[in-house]
T-cell receptor, first 110, second 112 residues
Framework: GIQVEQSPPDLILQEGANSTLRCNFS?????LQWFHQNPWGQLINLFY???GTKQNGRLSATTVATERYSLLYISSSQTTDSGVYFC????????????FGRGTSLIVHP | DSGVTQTPKHLITATGQRVTLRCSPR?????VYWYQQSLDQGLQFLIQ???????AKGNILERFSAQQFPDLHSELNLSSLELGDSALYFC???????????FGQGTRLTVV
């Protein structure tokens, strides 16, 4: 099956810093999503981004499907950004099953 | 609020017991997915249902089973529970021809 690798595995920032999280995948994908799992365990949809660039406030994401990677940018980080960020991809073939990476654990200190 | 509802939020039970986790998908979504999140395993896909029919199976143990009912809600049944089954169990749903998945808040299962 498809391999999804996220980097870095862990990230510690001071409030106000910027960061870039990366998601590499081993095969073509139909779709890609970014999620934030907050400290209470809830999985929150950030972006549905099979290709191109999207922005939502301080967060933006870019997927380059031909090169098999996606980037999540967090600017001016806040303590509420802490948690784990996952990317999930859908393999071609109509399975419609999101396959998750292991995530990037982010801690933002005040 | 994702629109996906899972109950219960927390469950504590003893080894050997059986539990049922319930999921109501977003209105209109036909696909339901179940995932298990253990501390060291990440989010593992268990099983998918589409409009009442099983569509795909992942790493689901034989002790576990699921179904999707005509009203599209789904249940995940876990039996002969072991300590290692302690995990966060998520349900997600997506719409027709659209694989943007939305997750419920999860059920935290603790087996003691």
């Amino acid at each position: 099956g498809i391999q999804v690798e996220q980097s870095p595995p862990d990230l510690i920032l001071q409030e106000g810093a910027n960061s870039t999280l990366r998601c590499n995948f081993s095969d073509s994908v139909n779709n890609l999503q970014w999620f934030h799992q907050n400290p209470w365990g809830q999985l929150i949809n950030l972006f549905y981004i099979p290709s191109g660039t999207k922005q939502n406030g301080r967060l933006s994401a870019t997927t380059v499907a031909t090169e098999r990677y996606s980037l999540l940018y967090i600017s001016s980080s806040q303590t509420t950004d802490s948690g784990v960020y996952f990317c999930a991809v859908e393999q071609p073939g109509g399975s419609y099953i999101p396959t998750f990476g292991r995530g990037t654990s982010l801690i933002v200190h005040p | 609020d994702s629109g996906v509802t899972q109950t219960p939020k927390h469950l504590i039970t003893a080894t050997g017991q059986r539990v049922t986790l319930r999921c109501s998908p977003r209105s209109g979504d036909l696909s339901v997915y179940w995932y298990q999140q253990s501390l060291d395993q990440g989010l593992q896909f268990l099983i998918q249902y589409y409009n009442g029919e099983e569509r795909a199976k992942g790493n689901i143990l034989e002790r576990f089973s699921a179904q999707q009912f005509p009203d599209l809600h789904s249940e995940l049944n876990l039996s002969s529970l072991e300590l290692g089954d302690s995990a966060l169990y998520f349900c997600a749903s997506s719409g027709e021809g659209n694989t943007e998945a939305f997750f419920g808040q999860g059920t935290r299962l603790t087996v003691v």
